[in-house]
Every structure is written in C-alpha cells, then in structure tokens.
C-alpha cells in the first residue's frame, strides 16, 4: 500500500503570542511539524508496516517550508521519503488552492492508495484542505477518523462523530482526515533524526505540475474571537479550606453543575 | 562489545545549541571533523529568555561583519548607570559614537539570534538535532582513566571523540561527569527579565538615540530594594528588555520573591517613564550565575570539555554583565584545543587541557582575572543602599535652590556625608576594593 501524508510547516503554538485582548499572534513562531499531523504519520506508519507499504511525505507552501530542519523534523516521524512543493506563489495560499496544488503532487506521485492527514492546521484551523483534496481527486473522503485498518481490498475506518462512533469499509484510494487524539505519535530519537537526513527528498516544481489556475480568492471582511462563556467570578473565601471547598460544592450544586 | 559498535559517530557531541555550542560546533566542522549539535528545543533559541547585550568583537573575529548580517537589534552607543534611591536618581550617562564603530556592544534576541548561530553551523556542515533531552553521559574506563565516549537520549546512543557540554548554567553535563558541584547560593543569581513590547520611534524618543542605535542602562539601589544585585534595561529595535538580577542568598535573607523585587522595579518613578504605554510581550526567569573567577570549574575530563555558561563563564562587574561573548571566547578556546587533541589522537584529559590553555591565553579568563574581586565587591551591602542615598544627597543640595546661600561642592558633599549613615572607614574599604575589582 503506497500512503501519502499531506502535512503543514506551521507555526508552533508554543510560541504564540496572546494579547491582552484575547488575540493570538503567530507571527514570531518558529515554524514545527502542524501540531495534529503527527498523528497522521503515526497512523501511516502503522499501516505501512502492517501491509509492508510505502509512507510518502508531502507538503505545499512558500519557500521557507523547505530547509534542513524542516525535512528531518518531517523525515525523522516515521516517513520512508518526502515530497515538497515549496514555491513563493504558495506564500499565502488558501486552503483550496493548496488543495488542489496537493491534489496534482499526489497524481504526480502516483499509484497512491491512500492520502492521509490531520484533521486541521494549527494556524488556520478550518478543517477544510483534507475534503477538498479528496473532492479535487475525485476520491472518498472522510473527515473525523480515529481509527484505520487494512482489510480484504481496502480500508475500515473508524469515525468519531458527535453522535458517538461508525465503523465503515472504505474502498482506496481515499482521502482520510484523523482526529488530534487517533494515536499517540511517536518523539523522533536520535537515530531517527541522522536516519531522517539520508532519506531521499524530491521537490517538485509547481509550474510543472499540472495545477489549474486559482478560482475566485477569499477577502476577510471582518473577524472576531469567540464569545467566552458567562462566566460568575466568584471568589470563595479560602481562609479555611474546608469552608471554601463546601461553599464551592453549594454554588456548584445551585448552579445546576453537580 | 564489537569493534562495530564502539566506532564513533561523528568526531564531536556538542550538547546545547545556544553561542557557546554553535559557535564551537561552526569552528570543529569548519576544521573539517563531523560534528552533531544537539539541542532540547524544537528550535534553536526556543529554550531562550529574550535576549542580551552581546560586546560583539569576539564575534566579529568568528564572522567578520556579523552585524550587518546577524539578526541584530541594536547597536549600543550609550552606557548609563544610574544610583536609585527610593525617590530620586544619580546617572552616568556615557554616550559615543566611538562604541559604535567596529561593533562594541549589540542589543540581541535570542530566539533569532541563536536561530543564526546554529544556521551558520548547518551551513558549515553541522548535523543539527532539535527537539532532543540528553538524558546522560556514556563512560568508559579508558587507559588514561574514565572518558567519556559519547550521549544517551531515551534509547539512542550516539558515540563521539569529544562530547563539548554546552548546556548552561544548570549544565547537567558537568555536573554528572564531576566537573562542577553544585554552586554555593551566593555565587548564584535569580534573574527576572521582561521584553516590553513599544514603537520603536518612541523608544528612539525616549532614549536619546536614532536609527539602529541603542541605550543600555545598568541601575543598582532601590530598584533591587536594597538586596544585592542590579537591574538593567536596555533597547531592542521595537521592545525594551528589562529585568533585575538578584544574589539568591541575599534574597531569601530579605524574605523576598523575585517577582515581588521585579514589580517594585518596574513602578519605579525612575523606570516607568521609559515603560509607559508598553506592552509585556514576554516574561521569564533563569538563573546567573555570578561568580567570576571562582566560579569557573574545571573544564575539562577524559573526552569531554565544558564551555560558556556551563563553565560558569559570566562576569558581573556592576557596570556590565557579561555572559555571551565569554561563551563564543570559550567557544574559539575550546575548538582550537579540540581540534589539536584529535589531530594528536589524544582525547584524553591531558590531551583536551590545550582547550584550558588556549583558555587561559584568551581576553576570557584575563577579563575573569581582572573582574576577580568584582563579585565579592558586589557583595557588599552598602552598594545597595547608602550610597545611592548619598549620591542623590548631594545632588540634592547641589540643584535644590530653596533660598540658603550657595555652598561649595565639597562643603556639600561633606554634608551630606555626614547625614548618610557612611562611615569613612567603610568608604575608604569600599573605594579600594572597588578600584581593585573594576
């Protein structure tokens, strides 16, 4: 089974600045690995050796996606070899336009049985770029994934949904979108890192790929944080401990809470 | 064991990738040995606390115009220190173009300077690993004694000819191969640093300097509410960096937290004119340490030598803290000795002391010989209080015209000099032991 891992280079929300306001500022995070991607490569890898697959890595974006640290950061989480395209075209792209450039990387790899991916960026957070992909391929997709595993001629997948879990056969190729919590992924040791540095990379040029042209762009009218819950702000008297947790447990009780 | 197994990984570990390890990795791979640089950060710089003044000349001796090219913030033209007493202060303000020009004094940040660092490094061949906690040594009794042979992370191990512990003040690394015990508290400080993020026009304003000139002030007295220690501040491109740094034993002596002394500084009517309007972007803690002379260890063991912080390489003269460029002279020190001891196949202690010699020939351990009394002089209560008080007494008397005859200078000083609880002894002690320090 060939698997393809579409991730992010993204800013590390460890790095993140929040305001006073509320407002988070990524501008000077140093970029990492999409904070939820792992765990795609995680489930990749896993299958991988489970059928004696292959585990291509590739991402899309400007050029700063491309550099030493960023391949063996991807390299070294379990991938077989990587695929960039990294083009200051790309810079600011949106999800669709990556979608679609992701989308022409993939037929250019080709035979591929499987894309895989984390269900959202960290930065951008829409959820959007897995469907659209799988949409733009002409593929099944599925987004809320927590579970995959080889079976006779395809997949079966494990969703979780608000309604609770579905198990489905999934017939290849398909386009999955895993939840943050699906594995725990593996910490690159030392030996995946020098490891990750002898891996073969390919960069594939975007004016070669066969990308149609991008539709009508996004213009952000307007944006605002989410409104925060009612929030009561009491403050207990904590003089004597077992006072305040008991006035805590009655406010809680009135509240509706316990 | 098999032959296989025990074959080294690369010539040289160097474990911590802030200056002292990029810069004595750049050099080793520069010789042309295969160095790796880990680092616990996922990054570079990641693990840093914003930034420093860095006296850059070493640097520039590494790589020639590295201020043009480095992610530098500001170039520092003018040294203020500054008496506080609890309402009033007494300056030295030293502004000259000279400092400019070559580069004395640079303002940096180290989250995109260490980046720098540890990209030139890459460049020159390093093989650089973030994202990795060295868990501990690997030794081997060798015929000249324990060496050690190289580093465990988790289950990797990974084998080198020299493993360089670059990795602070903490250092790990030194103190498991037996290099440092761990310091007595008053050689240690705790520093609380804040980066405030302003206009860079209004911290243009403000300080008295354009273009990518800055302002570094040093201030001791009330800021630190009279335990021992300083308080510094001085300007990025479009923040200001400020903090104190507090002698540990004297803090626990006055019942104090740090971030009680770092508030007080800040509301300071001296401070918080050039604060106004600001906005804390970052806030932290780290520990100095301040010892000079003393406090610099052994520094080098079978197959392992120690350089920058982790050496105990910092000077605090009172006028300057002083830590990176210490960190990139031991750096130069360090590749040198490493360099001749492989080429004269001896990696043992014996063979690594060419490090310590090239060590103690450098500015690094003449300026710790020089600055030897400074610590102990920084000791001394009355720096903290009383002669900030003094000062500012003086130049009361001098300033206030409240209708009394004008006197003399000296007849002032000597007024006030008796109203301070100043002895003269105590003055006399102190002046000497000063001039004798700085």
Not at chain 2, 30 to 57: C, D, F, M, T
Request: net charge negative; hydrophobic share 45%.
């Amino acid at each position: 089974m060939k698997i393809v891992v579409a991730y992010k280079w993204a800013p590390n929300p460890q790095d993140a600045v929040v305001a006073t306001t509320g407002e988070v500022d990524l501008s000077r995070a140093k970029p990492a690995v999409s904070e939820y991607d792992p765990v795609a490569f995680e489930l990749a890898r896993r299958l991988a050796d489970a059928t004696g697959g292959e585990v291509v890595g590739l991402t899309v974006g400007g050029p700063s996606i491309d550099t030493p640290l960023s391949r063996k950061a991807a390299l070294s989480r379990g991938l077989d070899r990587l695929v960039v395209v990294a083009d200051a075209e790309l810079e600011d792209a949106d999800g669709t336009r990556i979608a679609t450039v992701l989308a022409a990387a993939v037929r250019a790899i080709g035979d591929v049985d499987l894309v895989l991916a984390g269900d959202s960026s960290i930065d951008v957070a829409q959820g959007q770029v897995p469907l659209t992909l799988a949409g733009v391929l002409g593929w099944l997709g599925l987004a809320a994934v927590s579970a995959v595993t080889a079976a006779d001629g395809g997949l079966v997948v494990e969703r979780s949904l608000p309604g609770g879990t579905t198990v489905v056969a999934v017939p290849t190729p398909a386009v999955l979108a895993a939840t943050a919590d699906a594995v725990v992924p593996r910490v690159a040791g030392m030996k995946d890192i020098l490891g990750a540095a002898k891996k073969p990379v390919e960069v594939l040029d975007l004016a070669a790929l066969d990308v149609p042209a991008p539709g009508a762009t996004l213009a952000t009218l307007a944006t605002a944080k989410p409104a925060g819950g009612e929030r009561t702000a009491t403050i207990f008297d904590g003089s004597s401990p077992a006072g305040a947790a008991a006035q805590l447990v009655g406010a809680l009780r009135q509240a509706g809470a316990l | 064991m098999t032959a296989e197994a025990t074959e080294p990984d690369f010539d040289v570990i160097v474990v911590g990738a802030g200056p002292a390890g990029s810069v004595t990795a750049y050099l080793l791979a520069q010789q042309g040995h295969s160095v790796v640089l880990i680092e616990r950060g996922e990054a570079p710089g990641a693990k840093n606390l914003s930034g420093g003044v860095l006296y850059g000349r070493v640097l520039d001796e590494v790589f020639p115009g590295f201020a043009e090219e480095a992610p530098v913030e500001r170039r520092i033209t003018r040294h203020v220190t500054t008496f506080l007493t609890g309402d009033s202060s007494v300056s030295v303000d030293y502004a000259g173009r000279p400092l400019a020009e070559p580069v004395n004094a640079v303002t940096v940040l180290r989250a995109k300077f260490d980046a720098w660092l540890a990209e030139r490094a890459e460049e020159a061949g390093v093989f650089l690993m973030p994202g990795v906690r060295v868990d501990e040594l690997l030794r081997e009794e060798g015929p000249a004694g324990p060496q050690v042979v190289g580093v465990r992370a988790g289950d990797d191990e990974l084998r080198a000819r020299v493993v360089v512990a670059a990795d602070g003040v903490n250092s790990f690394l030194a103190r498991s191969a037996g290099l440092r015990s761990k310091p007595p508290e008053h050689h240690l400080a705790v520093g609380v640093k804040a980066v405030i993020s302003l206009p860079r026009t209004v911290i243009e304003d403000r300080f008295a300097v354009t273009g990518d000139e800055g302002a570094a002030h040093a201030i001791v007295g009330d800021c630190t509410l009279g335990i021992g220690g300083g308080g510094f501040l001085y300007t990025n491109t479009d923040s200001l960096s400020v903090g104190v740094v507090l002698r540990l034993d004297d803090l626990l002596k006055h019942g104090r937290t740090a971030a009680e002394v770092f508030d007080h500084y800040l509301a300071h009517p001296v401070l918080a004119p050039y604060l106004r309007g600001g906005e804390m972007v970052e806030y932290g803690s780290h520990l100095v340490a301040e010892g000079g002379l003393e406090m610099l260890g052994s520094v080098v063991t079978g197959g392992m030598v120690v350089v920058g912080e982790a050496a105990g390489l910092t000077i605090n003269s009172g006028l300057t803290v002083r830590g990176m460029d210490l960190a990139i002279g031991s750096a130069v020190a360090a590749a040198r000795g490493i360099g001749e001891a492989i080429a004269a196949d001896d990696v043992t202690a014996t063979g690594l002391s060419a490090y310590r010699r090239h060590l103690d020939d450098s500015f690094v351990v003449k300026d710790l010989r020089t600055y030897e009394r400074a610590p102990s002089f920084l000791e001394r209560d009355r720096m903290y209080g009383a002669y900030g008080e003094l000062a500012a007494g003086i130049f009361h008397d001098v300033f206030a015209m409240d209708g009394t005859p004008r006197k003399h200078l000296v007849t002032v000083a000597r007024e006030a000099f008796k109203r301070s609880p100043l002895r003269l002894r105590d003055v006399i002690s102190d002046g000497w032991a000063g001039v004798r320090a700085l």
